[in-house]
């Protein structure tokens, strides 16, 4: 851990220093901060992995947004 | 440097210089005025006070500058005296001494005391000059207490005095001389100069170091008589290059070298030949220096020179872009803006008749210059961008780059702007609210799905508990991707129901909630969704980390249920020892609460735990009560574990099994490292030492063992890689050296299992083919775990714990929870959300720059490590916990 809290910390954004005591951190501006936020609005950050069938049934019951759908016409989830 | 174009050098290669016997009487025009000067000097050089008092000198210097432009002088001495006076020396040709035919007096007389006499106010004598308002030197001599000029021209020396504007000594020639060249000294008129007469060095260092970047080759000297005396020295041959890398000094540059190029252009509208310099350099900042000049003077409110060096700038680079990068829509490219950031450039004309404009009088007008400007850079930058594709791409990615970052700026302001001022009582989309009005009190859930979040709403405590569900994952169907993200709106309710607003608007004094528990469920999806969450607080809303208001919900992996077999006793209940052993060491310093929910129903008792590790360990502890291990290795009596044995065999094997996997990650197999355990003394192999060109591995028991081998190998030349040393190569290497860190601590377990009579073959895990074979029965295992009724068998030691896991499982109902939607309200809230039994796990800082890796790393900013680290953790929610 000491190790780590010794390392510099980069700017999430720039992957310039960021100081830890800085007004922006984790960032090192507010400008990189500005631009962060723009992409968390701007759905950029997103975790993705291949669909499994499971999920399928899940949003079915959830009712989860499905998208590309209408290219395969109206879903059925119980075929 | 030495590879850069040359550039323009008015010192040495003048543009079409006239015979220095040109210059003479018959250019001069005479004006009169001297009393009009005096009377309303603001009119001439700008004020009285500082800034015009350094203005006679620049209008000086200008003068001798212009010699230099015409390519008659390569030196200027500028000499601050101590008495308050100023010398301006240069090695021009000297002004004019012979008789001025209309005025008869002689040129220099004229020059000096004549109002609007002095070269430049004739095309003739200088093509381009400089000056800013070309009043010329005779007002400063009309703002002078005295003024002295000497002139050395033709071998001869001459002096002439004035006061005020008015000969007191007329010309006369003061002796022989081989110099060449104008002197004036000056002293201002305090008359005029009431409020200051001090010449400050600062400010005539800072014009005279620009002079001399923007003429490259030219040699300044500037010296400060006064007081401790000073000299300061500029000279730049590569002129306006130099000045651009002074410019870009301290950060990062993106080409190797400045973009340059000087071209002259002939224009009519602006009285002849026009000349274009421009020196161009990009850094890794994201504002632009852009310093342009018209015939030496900042134009510092631009014009039209800047304009068309932006437009050719920006058209050029676009049009560059559309045709190696045909994908790009006109849309995508960047902009103007986009082009300037990290842009440092300094732009340079020189123009027979420029025209003044503004409010300070420093933006250019010349309407055909932009035109001319623009021609000229778009010329010499299409070929350059020809010649240097690497380079190009380097200022267009970084272009790109502000393109992206310009837009997401615009809509982290449209989103700021739409969070603001959105009260909780408003009603916020998919806020279900708490009814208290105390912040100190009030918790928001923010729990994944909206299933879960209905529950949720059902059975929340509705005085406190808010709960804002999110979806956070779409599906994909076309794509085939299942994405976790959080969604523009999603995040927008979180802000508003949050309260503090973001960015600089972001106070704390605002927030609605003194507790953000983020409720996910307890998987991967989950997890990621958790570590979505917990960077968006962390970047956006640290302070809401810092100060503490961030928990995770620890919802249950497992639910257990068994019987209660007898009252009091509870013999079958997991054992209580373990329980608290368990509950102690899962617990984080910053939980609250029991860390399993327990609750008996009608001669049942049902337990929730939280995670894997937890729920092994609980199974282990049950197993663990009245186990016995029977161990029939081959050739010797079966023996019999009991009791504490039991507990000690399993730990030292948990324990060997941890070191194993280290051994493992050194690429050697754990069997056969304890394969070469030497007989003799017990010891294991120190190091792995292996030759790759022979495949030779011998064996190395100790420290010296090591270092005979690799003492050896080195006598022989070879080159020696080990593995703990970074700095060391191991492409290539003819040894190399692994430390086993561990090795003592294995000696010491094996002897430990040897003295619970434990033979260590039954070490060895059985080959993939035996697996093969089918079920391992009870009745043909060399180890069996009993307990009770049940029996496990194990084909090696190492899988014992599990063995004792699995008889300890028996009759114990075991539901593994694959997410919130499978509990009910009364179950979550027992669970999860009754605060005097729930675990929250508080989320620190310190946590936060942890999670930060962890959520680059699944941004995908490198792939590789992003799949690793996607198998080595799914299933292992609890590695992403704060």
Known sequence: ?79 | MATSPTPASPVAAPAAPKRAEDYDASSIDVLEGIEHVRARPAMYIGDVYERGLHHLVYEVVDNSVDEALAGFSKRIDVTIHSDGSLTVLDDGRGIPVDMHPKVNKPTVEVCLSMIGAGGKFQKGAYQVSGGLHGVGVSCVNALSEWLEAEVYRGGKSYQIRFARGKTTKALEETGATTRRGTKITFKPDAEIFKQTQEFKLQTLAKRLRELAYLNAGLHITLRDERGEGRTEEYLFPNGIVDFVNELSATENTLLAKPIYFVERIESAESGGVVEVEVAIQYNDTYSDTVVTYANNIATIEGGTHLSGFRSALTTTLNGWLKENEKNKKDEERPSGDDYREGLVSVISVKIPQPQFEGQTKTKLGNSDVGGIVQTAVGNYLRAWVDQNPVETKKIIHKAMEARRARLAAKQAKDLARKTKDVLRGGGIAKLKDAESNDPRECELYLVEGDSAGGTASEARDPRTQAILPLRGKILNVWKATHDKMLSHSEIATMIQAIGTGILDEFDMAKLQFHKIVIMCDADVDGSHIRTLILTFFFRQMPDLIREGKVYVAQPPLYKVTYRTRRKGKGADEPAAEGEDEAAGEGEDEAAEGPATVKRAKGGKVEEYITNDAEFERKMLAQGLQGARVELRAPGAPARVLEGEAVGKLVDLLAELDRLAREVETKGVEFGKYLARRRASDGLLPYAKVFFPKTKKAPAVYTDADVDQVVHEARNDGLRVWFATDPLSEREGADVEVTRFHNKDRVEQILRDLEGLGVSLALLARPSRKDDQDGQLSVEDALIVVRRDKEAEPASSLRDVPAAVRTVGQRGIKVQRYKGLGEMDADELWETTMDPSKRTLLKVALDDMTEANRIFNILMGTKVEPRRDYIEAHSGDVSNLDA
Do not use: N, Q
């Open chain 1, 1 to 79: 851990m000491s190790e780590r809290d010794a390392a510099p910390w980069t700017c999430p954004t720039c992957a310039r220093a960021a100081p830890r005591e800085g007004k922006a951190f984790p960032f090192c501006s507010p400008r990189c901060r500005l631009i962060d936020l723009g992409r968390w609005a701007g759905g950029d950050y997103k975790v993705s992995r291949a669909l499994e069938p499971d999920d399928l049934e899940e949003a079915a019951r959830d009712g989860l947004p499905v998208e590309g759908l209408e290219r395969f016409g109206p879903f059925d989830p119980e075929p």
